[in-house]
């Protein structure tokens, strides 16, 4: 087994080519120190990121599961995969895979139910499944953590024409409705203290960024995925143009970083 030095040192060099944006070198540097060292989440993460910007979403999101199954109380990780299960419902969507995408759509909640975007887009296809009362339910969500979502409010000119933010929001508990949502069941435990990790995180370790997930509760990552989402802003009254005119979705400041240098 490679030493705990050429497992950094593997390391290192990825976050350099990295910082290069030379992904393929990276992922074949972590490839090697993954080969050695099978349980450090930060390897995985940092791989995941490289495939992340590679827009290898699907191989992104199985190193940040891998990840979680090695730190179950990452909200930063959890987070990510929320995100990208979110741009691969997109992605369905506009391939006119409904069912599809209702499904990832519905594990970025259930890894980050704190995210308004995820319900009005996941609204979006249950409106084109013909499934309203769900759709209506999923915008009432949306407009309890945004109660200003001109995203939603497009939406609900489609779903629930005619019907007030007041008449949607009163048909629901909604304050229950979110806190109760099933996380991932092995998130079920978790305490989400949201303790910084020294790997693999968003940000630089030596001065993280204030809007770091890791450092913050889940109804403040709300807002910070708030920020991811509502980049452009996206008032129209066109079911379909709603959904085309999203842009790509972007984890903020991805940065690899180094490991501990200890055991």
């Not at 393929?24 to 992340?52: H, P, Q």
């Not at 999923?138 to 609900?156: G, I, K, Q």
């Not at 998130?187 to 001065?207: D, Y």
Request: proline share 5%; charged share 25%; glycine share 2%.
């Amino acid at each position: 087994m490679a030493s705990r030095q050429l497992i950094l040192t593997y390391n290192d060099f990825a976050i350099e080519c990295f910082s290069q944006q030379h992904y393929d070198e990276a992922v074949t540097l972590l490839n090697k120190a993954i080969k050695s060292e099978k349980k450090e989440k930060g390897l995985y993460v940092n791989r995941g990121d490289c495939f992340y910007h590679m827009r290898n979403l699907l191989f992104a999101l199985a190193d940040y599961k891998q990840a979680l199954e090695l730190d179950q109380n990452d909200w930063s990780i959890a987070s990510r995969i929320a995100v990208v299960c979110c741009e691969i419902g997109v992605h369905h969507f506009h391939e006119q895979n409904m069912i599809k995408a209702k499904d990832y759509l519905s594990e970025a909640i259930n890894y980050n139910p704190y995210v308004s975007s995820f319900y009005v887009y996941r609204a979006t296809v249950l409106q084109a499944l013909k499934n309203i009362p769900d759709a209506e339910h999923d915008l009432a969500r949306a407009l309890y953590l945004e109660p200003t979502s001109e995203n939603c409010f497009s939406v609900m000119a489609r779903v629930c024409p005619g019907k007030t933010k007041e008449d949607i929001l009163k048909n629901y508990n909604i304050p229950a409705a979110v806190c109760d949502l099933d996380m991932a069941s092995h998130l079920n435990t978790c305490t989400m203290t949201n303790t910084p990790s020294s790997l693999g995180c968003l940000g630089p370790s030596k001065n993280p960024n204030p809007h770091h997930p890791s450092t913050h509760s889940p109804h403040q990552e709300r807002d910070f995925h708030m920020e991811l989402f509502y980049c452009k802003k996206a008032a129209t009254e066109e079911f379909k143009r709603i959904m085309d005119e999203l842009r790509p979705l972007h984890l903020p400041a991805l940065k690899l970083l180094p490991l501990e240098r200890t055991l």
